[in-house]
T-cell receptor, first 115, second 107 residues
Framework: ETGVTQSPTHLIKTRGQQVTLRCSSQ?????VSWYQQALGQGPQFIFQ???????GRGNFPPRFSGLQFPNYSSELNVNALELDDSALYLC??????????????FGPGTRLTVL | EDQVTQSPEALRLQEGESSSLNCSYT??????LFWYRQDPGKGPEFLFT???AGEEKEKERLKATLTKKESFLHITAPKPEDSATYLC????????FGSGTRLQVQP
């Protein structure tokens, strides 16, 4: 069973730039969520994708957007980067049915630094 | 709005010294309480899901319990490799996390 993978591992950008982060869900999982984790804090929910559509969003501005592809992989796009966007970005996947459908499994994350 | 508070923020134990971590939560309807372990610079690793008061789950030296207002993660005879941040979360589609408890187990 393949776990959740994310790329790249680390990324350095400057303020105002745009960034795309990628995630491959765990095999058998069709739902992907993205979280932002600032240093010393718990992860914060950004949004969730199911059947290639966003079906839940946290308190993040529209410059945070995403995509989900037919193979259930996903992208997180952030436009007009700000210094406060520096964080660990986590992708989590889960199945939409079965006894453990609520359990989300996380990838290793992408560390984004905005200078 | 769901809220999760974890205590203590940090905990230092000697190897073999058992203790408990606390997670207090406020939700409109509990759809699951989740415990994760996170090592520095890595993604959270799933440990347990609890759904109803009185439920308990165990894994090696860890046992999670749930009441209507809080959950405890009991660590029995911890080892240095148990050192990590332990995160508690509630929710279903969108998880709401606490800030975690940083556990350090010294040999």
């Amino acid at each position: 069973e393949t776990g959740v993978t994310q790329s790249p591992t680390h990324l350095i950008k400057t303020r105002g730039q745009q960034v795309t982060l990628r995630c491959s869900s765990q095999s058998g999982h069709n739902t992907v969520s993205w979280y932002q984790q600032a240093l010393g804090q718990g992860p914060q929910f950004i949004f969730q994708y199911y059947r290639e559509e966003e079906n839940g969003r946290g308190n993040f501005p529209p410059r945070f957007s995403g995509l989900q592809f037919p193979n259930y992989s996903s992208e997180l796009n952030v436009n007009a980067l700000e210094l406060d966007d520096s964080a660990l970005y986590l992708c989590a996947s889960r199945s939409s049915g079965g006894a453990s459908y609520n359990e989300q499994f996380f990838g290793p994350g992408t560390r984004l630094t905005v200078l | 709005e769901d809220q999760v508070t974890q205590s203590p923020e940090a905990l230092r134990l000697q190897e073999g010294e058992s203790s408990s971590l606390n997670c207090s939560y406020t939700v409109s309807g509990l759809r699951g309480l989740f415990w994760y372990r996170q090592d520095p610079g890595k993604g959270p690793e799933f440990l347990f899901t609890l759904y109803s008061a009185g439920e308990e789950k165990e894994k090696e030296r860890l046992k999670a319990t749930l009441t209507k207002k809080e959950s405890f993660l009991h660590i029995t005879a911890p080892k240095p490799e148990d050192s990590a941040t332990y995160l508690c979360a509630v929710g279903r589609r969108a998880l709401t996390f606490g800030s975690g408890t940083r556990l350090q187990v010294q040999p």
